[in-house]
């Protein structure tokens, strides 16, 4: 757009100079602005910036056969919750179909789109829909008549589940879907679908690669930035209703007064999109900020402190969310500083939120070097003992897996090991241990996998997604928080294909049945193109993508073989400080004779922690399934597996389909040049192609480590690593972004 700008402005000018024109000032400043805009329109840049809401105009005879559907739009515009919804429609429509609908108070029209609550319109409130049952997010999409019209009826209990319809029947556009006989009705169990923002007050992002902050803390209160518009349109399009601003390792600043006036502009920004802000807040923030020696939360003056603050951010940000707590892991403070729990420390906190509707995610992954014991095993030790001893208003946060985000991990245990307690699920967006930024690495495979494991808890079907949405155990507070992959890069998350991760982890919040591929399917023709010979093939290479990672990286099991702070690239041989837990030699404990770490019920015994049949199975060398052997049991390499294979063979195999399986992917993206803009195709093909060097890297510098320990030979026509082990091991990374030391 700037480029056409540019030629706009300098076109007349050149004009008026050299042919000698006689345009006047003011022709030429219509001319500049006329040529600006339809610039605009036509030569936009696919940056990646309009994400998966592109609205790019769909193809002449769709577009006329949808536009008998959408010839009028009845709907309020009192509130800016109910303008949102308007404008998003009319930007829309206008855009897929060339031409925005009139607004009108009333169907006077064929093709009219209604969309309201009882309240907000007279026409949705004669149509007596029986909108009870959908809560606050849910929406109903119907054909019907009104006044011997056939309409598109978007219905709601309340202004955002219209506001979701409105995205919802959009989506149907730009995926071709049919808007002709509709009976839609989409609810969601999941009261809180969050993201997660690991920002720093000074810009930087803890595991970020698409960039710095986009919260421009310095320029807030007074600068809001369009971009912070954007962003709640995106996530209120796929339904994600809360935001944590900063990182879990938290700065107290945050909860002072200058800080509190930015956020209550970030809110402001937010609150027609239906988001709500939280905080993640530093335990010790009384004695940072608040001047007093303790933040022991058994302590009155500690209690009254935090009382103060709650009321302080409430009065400025009546709809505030909460606080997000990461307290006694990894240096963090916490209650246990006083010799206190961690049920102590949370309900102190949710105690001084409640009483303006606010709630507390206190978060499970804690561990400590302290604790000898395996690391898998350490949070449900802590917090199994504590189900019950909450504060309703209190979730549990509990990552996926029981170590931390890696590209394979079995269910996190304390699911369904807490039924009196509701957990929520944190799911790692941003990419920190499966590529970063370059990485192709679709996660809605990894995100489904989890929620459709069966924790068997309660009998056969008890999956995590129905541990989280409530069901299994009764909870009507119910969340899930993904650790957002978004930055200040103008596509957001680092890449277009991150963004399908951001738009699946959107998708699962709202309803955790939902399959990967469909989401796959639905994003990508909305952020790439409806074309059937496209969308085919790249849905099944991102269906792949994942798998391809855990082959190439951590295969069999293995996990945590990644540099310590940086997290870049392998170094399977770190057995450096400053504590065990993060080395990746407490994790894969090769040695000379056999790989993996025994959690079995004659090694750390971590099986235990799952219910009977599942221990039953993990435990089982002959049960367990392949992906999961290495995490659970320590192996000799001439281990037989299933495939006839020694253990080290399988390995080497392993290790090399990841790369192949990149090979793979680079050649089926080459095919879609042309189907796409080349802005966009471009740049995909060139991170394929440094995911290509870093599978190949990972796959080299592993075989490289293990061999050097077994001493056995490659399986035949495998190829031998391309450098020597001590070149992997000299190889360092300082400055990589994201870095935490
Ligand atoms: C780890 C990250 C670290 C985070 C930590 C957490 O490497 O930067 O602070 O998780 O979740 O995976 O608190």
């Known amino acids: 757009m700037l480029a056409i700008t540019a030629v706009g402005l300098f076109l007349p000018f050149r004009c008026a100079k050299h042919a000698g024109s006689r345009l006047t000032a003011a022709f030429r400043l219509v001319l500049v602005l006329v040529l600006a805009l339809s610039g605009a329109g036509l030569a936009h840049a696919e940056d990646g910036y309009d994400l998966w809401l592109r609205y790019r105009p769909l193809p002449e005879a769709q577009a006329a056969a949808y536009r008998g559907h959408v010839a009028q739009l009845v709907l309020p515009a009192a509130t800016p919750r109910q303008q949102a919804a308007r404008d998003e429609l009319l930007r829309g ?18 093709g009219a789109v209604v969309v309201g609550t009882p309240a907000s319109s007279p026409t949705i409130a004669r149509l007596r829909l029986d909108t009870r049952g959908l809560g606050h997010d849910g929406y109903l999409i119907r054909s019907a008549v009104i006044a011997g019209h056939p309409v598109t009826v978007v219905a709601a209990a309340d202004d955002v589940g219209a506001l979701y319809g409105a995205f919802h029947l959009l989506r149907l556009l ?23 923002h690991w920002d720093d007050l000074n810009g930087h992002v803890e595991r970020g690669y698409a960039g710095n902050s986009i919260w421009g803390w310095q320029k807030l209160p007074d600068w809001l930035e369009p971009r912070y518009t954007d962003y709640a349109r995106a996530n209120a399009s796929i339904g994600i209703n809360g935001t944590v601003l900063n990182n879990v390792n938290a700065n107290a600043a945050i909860l002072t007064p200058p800080y509190l006036d930015k956020v209550k502009a970030l809110a402001g920004v937010f609150r027609p999109y239906g988001i709500r802000v939280y905080l993640s807040v530093k335990f010790s923030a009384p004695i940072e900020i608040g001047g007093l020696k303790t933040a022991d939360p058994l302590d009155p003056a500690v209690q009254r402190w935090w009382r103060a603050k709650a009321d302080e951010i409430y009065a400025l940000i009546p709809d505030f969310g909460g606080f997000l707590v990461k307290a006694n892991s990894e240096g963090q403070p916490g209650p246990q500083d006083y010799g206190r729990t961690h049920a102590d420390g949370a309900n102190m906190l949710a105690d001084a939120v409640a009483p303006h509707g606010g709630i507390v995610m206190w978060r499970a992954f804690v561990y400590s070097q302290a604790n000898t014991d395996d690391r898998a095993k350490q949070a449900y030790t802590e917090f199994k003992p504590l189900d019950g001893k909450f504060r309703a ?62 924790t068997m808890a309660r009998g056969k079907g008890s999956t995590v997604a129905r541990v989280i949405d409530g069901e299994l155990d009764g909870h009507a507070l119910t969340g899930i928080a993904g650790v957002a992959n978004i930055g200040t890069d103008r ?20 309803n955790p049945m939902l399959d990967a591929r469909s989401i796959a399917e639905e994003w990508v023709r909305m952020t790439f193109s409806d074309d059937a010979a496209f969308v085919k093939p790249v849905v099944d290479m991102m269906m792949q993508s994942r798998e391809a990672v855990v082959d190439y990286m951590t295969p069999l099991g293995l996990h945590h073989l990644m540099g310590k702070g940086h997290h870049y690239g392998p170094a399977p041989w770190d057995a450096s400080g400053p ?20 959690r079995s019920s004659s090694g750390s015994n971590a099986v235990a922690q799952y219910a009977p049949p599942v221990a039953g199975t993990f435990n089982d060398l002959s049960k367990i399934p392949d992906a999961y052997l290495l995490w659970f049991h320590h192996v000799p390499w001439n281990y037989r597996m299933r495939s006839g294979r ?3 063979d399988e390995l080497v195999v392993h290790y090399t389909q990841g790369v192949d399986e990149v090979k793979q992917m680079r050649a089926t993206w080459q095919r879609m040049d042309g189907r796409i803009d080349a802005e966009r195709y471009r740049k995909a093909a060139v991170f394929l192609g440094i995911q290509e060097k870093e599978a190949l890297w990972w796959r080299d510098a592993s ?16 190829a031998p690593p391309q450098h020597p082990l001590s070149y992997y091991e000299s190889l360092s990374f300082p400055f990589v972004p994201g870095y935490r030391p």
């Open 579 to 598: 504590r065990a837990d993060w080395t990746p030699v407490y994790y894969h404990r090769a040695d000379h004779d056999g790989i993996g770490f025994d």
């Open 393 to 454: 208003n209190v979730l549990l946060q509990v990552k996926n897996g029981p170590i931390d985000f890696q590209p394979r991990e079995p269910f996190n245990p304390l699911f369904g090991a807490m039924p009196k307690t509701p957990l929520m699920m944190e799911f790692q967006v941003t990419k920190e241990y499966l590529g970063f930024a370059t990485h192709l690495a679709y996660l809605g495979p990894l995100f489904e996998e989890t929620l459709r494991a069966d």
């Open 174 to 196: 730009q995926t071709g879907g049919s808007i002709a006989g509709l009976d839609l009705r989409e609810t969601t169990r999941m009261k809180l679908r969050v993201l997660d």
């Open 703 to 718: 075989i490289a480590y293990f061999q050097s320990l077994n001493g056995l030979p490659l399986p035949a026509g495998y």
């Open 93 to 110: 429509l206008g855009g897929l179909l060339g031409q925005t609908p009139p607004t009108s108070d009333a169907v006077s029209v064929d």
């Open 646 to 648: 020694t253990l080290w």
């Open 491 to 510: 596509d957001w998350s680092g890449s277009d294909f991150n963004q399908a991760n951001w738009y699946a982890y959107g998708r699962l919040a709202w």
